[in-house]
Every structure is written in C-alpha cells, then in structure tokens.
C-alpha cells in the first residue's frame, strides 16, 4: 500500500510539473455567500485573461454550483464508480469557464484511501484538458484534503480583514504543515482595501515563517465594491457587467498572478 501511494504521489508529481497543468486549491475563511462570489468571479477573471478554466467543487456539501446556475450534473465519483470519462461530469457555465463536482456530499464519507484512486486519476485528467483547474475545498477532522491529489497542487488561503477571519487562516496554514509539511501558501484578502491587505498578508507572512518556517505568497486583494453584488443579482461576472469597477480590476490582477503559478 505505501508503495502504491508513493508512485502514485511521483506520477501525480511529474504530471503537474508539465508545463500547462495548474491547479489551485483554494481554502476560504468567508462565509458561503462571499466564498461563492469570489470564486466565481476569479473564474470569470482567468477566463478574461485567456484560460480555459475550470472551478471544481471538493467541499462536503456542494453549494458552490447553485450560485453559478450549474444544473445537477453527473459528478467525478460517479464517473469514477462507473468508469466513465471526467469530462463527462464538467459543464459550461454562462460566465464562460466551466464547472464540475468532485460529489454529490457522498464522496467524504468514504475513507480517503478508498477514493483516491480512480478519483485522483480523473482528476489528473482534467488538469491535462484545462489551463487551470480551481478548487473550492476544505479540510476533514484530520486536517486532510478530500482527495490526494489536491495535496500537489499550489495551496490558496482567503481571508477577510477581519481578525477572526485571519486567524482562521493562519491556523489552516498551521494545520495543514503539520500534517502534510507543505511549506509553501498564497494568501488571498478580499474585503478590503490594498494597504490593509498587505499588512494582513506582511504579519501572516512574518508570523508563519518565525513559527512555522513557511513561507508565504501574496496573491491580491478584492476591495469592497457594491458592483460586486450588483452583479451578481443580474446572473453576471462583475468583469463582464462592470469591466471598469475596481473589483473587475483587482479580479484580473489576481487570474495574472493565478496564470503565473
């Protein structure tokens, strides 16, 4: 069995190394409503600049799908369980990059070892038909991520400026080191405004490398911006609704630095 997870971990290794796969994880601190409106919009913001990207739902209760108007579609453990092809569970979505499920809420209660299998290599799949696969995730009771083959991808953390948001933050970073000894995070602040952002990002950054040697990467900011909601009441990207607004522009300053990854 470790034999079989450590090729397992060098195939996966070797095949996000190649050149066009990038694949994003990202952990939010924000509430449902917030998580979902950032993550549609950096989809919508690669997909301005050019990527053909696609926003995977790992999270125990998908809700993320609904936001965007996804319809209930086939997911990866069902093509997984049926040895189907993963791009069968991917679909369009009207902002113009696409979506899929990792489950339905079944896929957490199996254990990880049961699903990792077919699962990651579907998912290596979809990081070879996409520019940049982006993953709303979270962390289990043993600070795992749902599947194994999201612990080789680059590792987002989102935050708000808000003090028990950041402290949640650094304790995912903190977390996740400690169980997997990743060394390497983004960090996202949305909510806020540059300067607060990147004294958020700067006492994270000083805190995780003193205390956990880990260091960090600051990945952007979203100010507020009520176009943001306005947006989204009308079914739309903020980019494609208010190119001009300030949250459009933070959106397409932070897919540039997604795109570099």
């Not at 791009?87 to 369009?92: C, F, I, P, S």
């Not at 254990?111 to 290599?121: I, L, Q, V």
Request: glycine letters at 6%.
């Amino acid at each position: 069995m470790v034999d079989f997870y450590n090729d397992q971990a060098d195939g996966l290794r070797r095949m996000l190394a190649t050149p066009k796969p990038r694949c994003v994880t990202i952990l939010s601190t924000l509430e449902d409503t917030a998580r979902h409106l950032m993550l549609g919009n950096l989809a919508a913001g690669l997909k301005a600049m050019g990527s053909q990207a696609l926003l995977l739902d790992a999270r125990r209760y998908p809700r993320v799908g609904a936001s965007l108007g996804a319809r209930q579609s086939p997911c990866l453990l069902e093509m997984a369980t049926d040895g189907r092809p993963a791009m069968m569970a991917v679909q369009k979505i009207d902002a113009g990059f696409s979506f899929a499920s990792i489950s339905h809420g079944r896929c957490h209660d199996l254990r990880r070892e049961d699903r990792d299998g077919a699962m990651s290599t579907l998912f290596g799949e979809l990081a070879r038909r996409f520019d940049i696969v982006l993953t709303d995730a979270e962390i289990d009771e043993r600070d795992e991520l749902p599947l194994f083959a999201l612990d080789q991808t680059q590792l987002v953390i989102q935050v708000r400026g808000q003090t028990e948001s950041i402290k949640s933050g650094y304790m995912l970073i903190k977390r996740l080191s400690a169980v997997s000894g990743r060394t390497r995070f983004g960090v996202l602040v949305t909510q806020t405004e540059e300067h607060r952002a990147r004294m958020i990002y700067a006492n994270l950054a000083q805190t995780a490398k003193r205390y956990l040697a880990t260091p960090l990467t600051y990945m952007g900011f979203v100010p507020p911006d009520d176009h943001l909601s306005r947006a989204a009441r009308a079914g739309r990207s903020v980019i494609d609704a208010f190119p001009s607004a300030v949250a459009s522009v933070a959106f397409r300053q932070i897919a540039g630095q997604f795109s570099l990854l």
